[in-house]
Structure formats: C-alpha cells, structure tokens
C-alpha cells in the first residue's frame, strides 16, 4: 500500500499543511533530526574520516571503536526561556546523531586519533606497517 497526497485545486491552504506534514515527519513524530554529511579519503598511510557537524563543540562527541565499528555520536540538548508581558515560554530542542563505520583490519586501532576544528571533526585511522604499499621489488632468478 502507497499514500499518495491529493491536492483539490481550489485548496487555499496547502502551505500549511505541507510544511506541517513535511518530510521530517516519521511515523507519527517530527524529528527535526538530520544525519551530518561525511568524506573518507584513503592514503597511503591511513583513511581519514572528516564529518561536518558545525555548531557543536568537541565534548558533546563520543567517539568509539567495538568490535571493528567506529562509532561517532553526539548529543546536544539546549533550553531557552523568555519572560515578556506577563507570559512565560520555555523551549528547549534536543539533537543527536550516530554514524557507524567498518574499520579494516589494515588499521592499527591503537593510533586511531581525532580533532575538532571549524565545525569538522577530523579521525584519522593509520594503516598498519604491513598494510602499507610497498615499493616494488626485484627479485632475482637463481
């Protein structure tokens, strides 16, 4: 079964309910979630993961490493108040995300280190000696 949106020409308020019924709404809940975008690059001495997640600061990560997983997550909870004209408003948002990724057994886990710097946190993962490419070598015929 499929829902498709039916839309009546003469509807007059169909901005209201698009926004209201957006792509964010999952199963009955507005998430406001978003996962952040990531670039791995691989060189010859290791990959580096750099993920885009401005706005937060290097203590709301964790980052860990289980059974061959590196696991990337933070969470960020803010609340704001205002009094004005006799009304109170309190808000407060909740964000959070968790990004997971296969480590190859090339990598020498016990090095893996991470940096956070203008809104890119930045992990490196160094190849393990043996896992490096090596120069070609000439093997004589005896």
């Not at 406001?32 to 401005?54: H, L």
């Not at 290097?58 to 803010?78: R, T, V, W, Y």
Request: charged share 35%; no cysteine.
């Amino acid at each position: 079964m499929s829902l498709i949106k039916w839309k009546k020409e003469d509807d007059l308020f169909p901005s209201f309910f698009d926004n209201f019924w957006g792509r964010d709404f999952v199963s009955g809940v507005q998430t406001g979630t978003s996962v952040p975008a990531v670039n791995i690059t691989e060189t010859k001495d290791s990959f580096d993961i750099e993920v885009a997640v401005p706005g937060l600061k290097k203590d709301e990560f964790e980052i860990n490493l289980e059974n061959g997983i590196l696991i990337i997550s933070s969470e960020k909870k803010e609340e704001r108040e205002s009094q004005e004209k006799k009304m109170t408003r309190k808000e407060f948002s909740f964000t959070s995300f968790q990004r997971s990724f296969s480590v190859p057994d090339t990598v020498s886990t016990d090095k893996i280190n991470a940096s956070y710097n203008d809104g890119v946190l930045s992990i490196r993962l160094p190849k393990k000696e043996e896992a490096k490419k090596q120069p070609p070598k000439l093997i004589e015929i005896e």
